[in-house]
């Protein structure tokens, strides 16, 4: 594989220097990491008082990450996942790194354990996850851009993945990095387009929900201090965020908040403000395409494939819905 360089628009890779915040060790200080110097802890002050509740929304972030790839790999049977944009990896002992939560998906043998490709344009990042995952041999970390697909084919990357099966594609925390004039959808649905029928995308995303709404200030300030420290991080429309799973099937319930999103029970706390200004879904590319537009019936899809577990699951009607729907979920 070829030299990565960021495109403009991008957060540039952070290499070492320890001046100016990055967006994977912001990342990693709200996560818990120790990977991070003052100048990430300082922006993460200053986004906590532009929209407090930074680290609770973090963590909802990835307790959705947690609760998709146990239905992706338990319930459905993904035995493959890209994860792109990883970052810094979150300490071991915390057992939240997608490698660790798909390997210990319930019901799964360690001898089917899932195949899981890490990408990020950072070399510092790659070099901090290829060092966690050296004696894993299911587990790899690449360097790539994730603004191309065709990435997907790399051999770098293809070479540890069946393309004949269905792919579980992660997006989580990443594309609200990427600038308008890059095409940020179009970028998606490139993805959407090289990947496998029956793959899914995971996608948490950077919400404004417009001026009429009292959280719309706390977006504008947020995003503004963004800007001013990385370059990056655009909050974006549900209708934006709506759009970037077109042509697929929305998992049940639908674009909603990460904590909203199959959890354990109620909510015993109202969301922080920083909770609240994200959104997070779950798309399912047909293998059939007529079904993104198929009849009010529900979806009921068997991944009955040879190198997939057979799980089942029920979809919402229609394209990417921008609101929550009930529908029953799989047993």
């Known amino acids: 594989m070829t030299e990565v360089v960021p495109p403009l628009g991008l957060q540039k890779i952070m290499g070492v220097a320890a001046i100016s915040p990055s967006i994977s060790r912001v990342g990693n200080r709200v996560l818990g990491g120790k990977d991070n110097y003052l100048a990430d802890q300082d922006l993460v002050i200053e986004l906590e008082k532009s929209a407090p509740g930074q680290y ?3 963590w909802a972030s990835r307790e959705f990450q947690q609760r998709v790839l146990r239905y992706l790999a338990g319930t459905v049977g993904v035995r493959q996942f890209l994860d792109l944009g990883a970052g810094l990896p979150v300490p071991e002992a915390r057992r939240v790194n997608t490698h660790q939560i798909v390997n210990f998906a319930r019901g799964i043998p360690e001898a089917d354990r899932p ?4 990408v990020d344009n950072d070399p510092i990042c790659v070099a901090h996850g290829r060092a966690l995952l050296a004696t894993n041999e299911q587990s790899h970390y690449l360097l790539g851009d994730l603004t191309d697909p065709n990435l997907l084919h790399d051999p770098a990357v293809s070479t ?4 004949e099966c269905p792919v579980g594609v992660l ?14 959808a179009g970028i998606v649905h490139g993805w959407i387009e090289v990947l496998p029928p029956g793959s899914f995308l995971v996608l948490t995303h950077l919400f404004d929900p417009g001026p009429n709404n009292c959280l719309h200030e706390y977006a504008v ?7 001013e420290a990385l370059g990056s991080g655009w909050f974006r429309t549900r209708e934006q965020i709506a759009g970037f799973f077109d042509s697929l099937r929305m998992v049940t319930p639908g674009l909603v908040r990460p904590g909203d999103w199959w959890p354990g029970g109620p909510s015993l706390r109202p969301g922080s403000v920083a909770e609240r200004l994200l959104l ?3 798309g399912w590319k047909p293998r059939d395409p007529a079904d993104v537009t198929r009849g009010p019936n529900r979806l009921a899809y068997n991944l009955a494939h040879p ?7 029920r979809l919402l009607t229609g394209k990417a819905s921008s609101r929550s729907a009930r529908i029953d979920r799989p047993a």
Request: aromatic share 8%.
């Open 56 to 58: 609770a929304a973090a």
């Open 115 to 118: 195949i899981v490709v890490y």
């Open 160 to 163: 540890y993945l069946d393309l």
């Open 171 to 184: 997006l989580c925390g990443v594309m609200h990095h990427v600038d308008e004039n890059l095409d940020p």
């Open 221 to 227: 300030s947020c995003q503004a201090r963004y800007l």
């Open 280 to 282: 997070a879904g779950v």
């Open 307 to 313: 190198c997939c577990c057979a799980g089942s699951h």
